[in-house]
């Protein structure tokens, strides 16, 4: 078995390495050469933690396995270790014997703000000039930092619920050479693209500060109960996911889809437009929005990735098991 530890991974792992790893997974799920699996996630009675794993297979790429962790809210006061903890294992698909242990914790930032990132390249309007950020906490630097990448933006607007936090993504905007400039919510309609990445239970982005043409990718929705967009937005919008089943249980759209507003049919997975068997956005007019609920499939493609580099620069640890 090989294992690659969390403390080589950011030495490892590129953008652009998940961002590949991503968009192939979502084309290779939209086309059912991959599936995830339910998901198991549990309040364990201890520590106050929610454990579970998200598993699945890639038959195309040939990734079977899991993550395995969740989210201990007493880690950093009491111990000084992130609260989001995470390992992947991967399997022989051939012969399940396990393939290899890979530290999760940084591999799920870096593949949830490449999933953004893919539906950006994949549905904001090609002349996107003003990136909005709501959110500023861990995540927000990796997405803002990811979504930079896909079209020349000239200015980055950011509102936190926390205004203490903005600083966390002015300074990567700033090292990215971009203004940036603190805003209330309804001057988001200024913004071509905006990313949303909060764990808020009631929405921030109201329909009303939205101007058409925009794209918006709501990622901080991974749970029954949380919401960052108000739900007539998602009936404006087109929407777009990484997995149908999980946007209408745990995604944004599970509140427009309780409410009557939109059906399960009228969202597309993402892979359908990476794949051409769905045109995405179809004019400057439309107001695209993408579902980012984070799926297992993600993980692992991000962890096959790591391990073929530990392997090609010699990091990966050998053991016998
Ligand atoms: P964090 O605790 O570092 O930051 C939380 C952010 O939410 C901060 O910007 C905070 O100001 C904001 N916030 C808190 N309460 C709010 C409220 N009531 N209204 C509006 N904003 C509020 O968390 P993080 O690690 O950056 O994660 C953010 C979210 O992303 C979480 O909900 C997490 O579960 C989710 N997440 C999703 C995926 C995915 O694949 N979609 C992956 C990882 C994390």
Redesign the pocket.
Known sequence: MLIVPEREIADLMTREAAFEAVEKVFAAMASGDARNFPVVREAIGHEDALYGFKGGFDRAGLALGLKAGGYWPNNLDKRGLIN?QSTVFLFDPDTGKVRAMVGGNLL?ALR?AA?SSVSIKHLARDDAKVLGMI??????TFQLRAALEQRKFEKVIGW???PD?LPNIEKVAVEAGLPFEAVELDRMGEADVIVS??????P?LMAGHVCEGTHIAC??T??KG?QEVEAVLLKRARVFTDEVAQSVSIGEAQHAVAEGLIAEGDITPIGAVINGTHPGRTSDKDITLFD???VGLQDLAVAAAVVDLAVEKGIAIEVDF
């Open positions: 989001h799920t949830t999933a959110g500023a906490g861990h995540q927000a936190n619920y926390h936090m990445i909060t764990s808020a239970f009631s921030s990622m901080g991974d749970t949380k980012g609920t984070g």
